[in-house]
């Protein structure tokens, strides 16, 4: 079973608050989300494999270890997951990039598919999916349908703020998925927002509504 790990570090919890915060304007918002995608990116990538190797420091040869090479790839779900796409590209800059576009219908709360555009070895990468907010865990579920339609196996996925529903959907579809999350709020409201959450996290990035 997908494990869940919630991110506890000292500065993104700061962060995270400051985002919630509905007196936080776009600019900071997208400042801040970029910052809080690149710490828990720090996290995520935890346990990626080393190797040994030698390099030649001004003193002398030392031994020394590098990342063993291993392929990695962000898949950021439009529109709010494109607000940590850099932030986790600052620390893995030769990770590819593939894109999900999805909204979620406001009377369904089923997600809709409108753009996918994925690197083609896919199947051959570890793969980061992102997004600031798991509500329903519907947008999400479809994501990693896509992304193992297309042959992918090693996925993780990334969000800011989880809903229990959520949490439970991606574990009961996707069970061999760990999750990570600064967050687990309290439940959804009727409107499937996330309550307390920070609103809607697209809106709150692009100043739209
Ligand atoms: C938001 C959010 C997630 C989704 C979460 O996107 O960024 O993708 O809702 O809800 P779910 O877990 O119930 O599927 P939204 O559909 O508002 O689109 P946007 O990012 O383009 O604003
Ligand atoms: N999408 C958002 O942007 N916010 C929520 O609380 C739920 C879904």
Redesign the pocket.
């Known amino acids: 079973m997908g494990r869940v790990y919630v991110l506890d570090h000292p500065l993104i919890q700061h962060k995270l608050t400051l985002i919630r915060d509905r007196r936080t304007g776009p600019k900071e918002f997208r400042e801040l989300l970029e910052e809080v995608a690149m710490l828990m990116a720090y996290e995520i990538t935890r346990d990626l494999p080393l190797e040994e190797t030698v390099v030649e420091t001004p003193v002398a040869p030392a031994k020394a270890k590098v990342l063993a090479g291993r392929k990695l790839g962000v898949i950021p779900?439009?529109?709010?997951?494109l607000g940590m796409v850099e932030g986790v590209l600052k620390l893995i800059p030769a990770a590819k990039v593939g894109h999900i576009g999805?909204?979620?219908d406001p009377e369904t709360?089923r997600?809709v598919e409108y753009y996918c555009k994925l690197p083609t070895d896919v199947e051959e990468r570890e793969l980061i999916v992102i997004?600031?907010?798991?509500?329903?865990?519907?947008?999400?579920a479809a994501a990693i349908d896509f992304l193992k339609e297309r042959g992918a196996r090693q996925i993780k996925l990334m969000c800011l703020i989880a809903a229990p529903e959520?949490i439970g959907r991606v574990r009961e579809r996707h069970p061999d998925v760990d999750l990570y999350t600064a967050a687990v709020d309290e439940r959804l409201n009727d409107h499937?927002y996330i309550v307390p959450g920070l609103g809607?996290?697209?809106?709150r990035l692009y100043g739209t509504k």
């Not at 997004?131 to 999400?140: E, I, K, N, R, Y």
Request: proline share 8%; aromatic share 4%.
């Open positions: 779900i439009l529109r709010a997951g999805l909204y979620r709360l997600p997004d600031p907010m798991l509500a329903t865990g519907g947008s999400a959520g499937g809607d996290a697209g809106d």
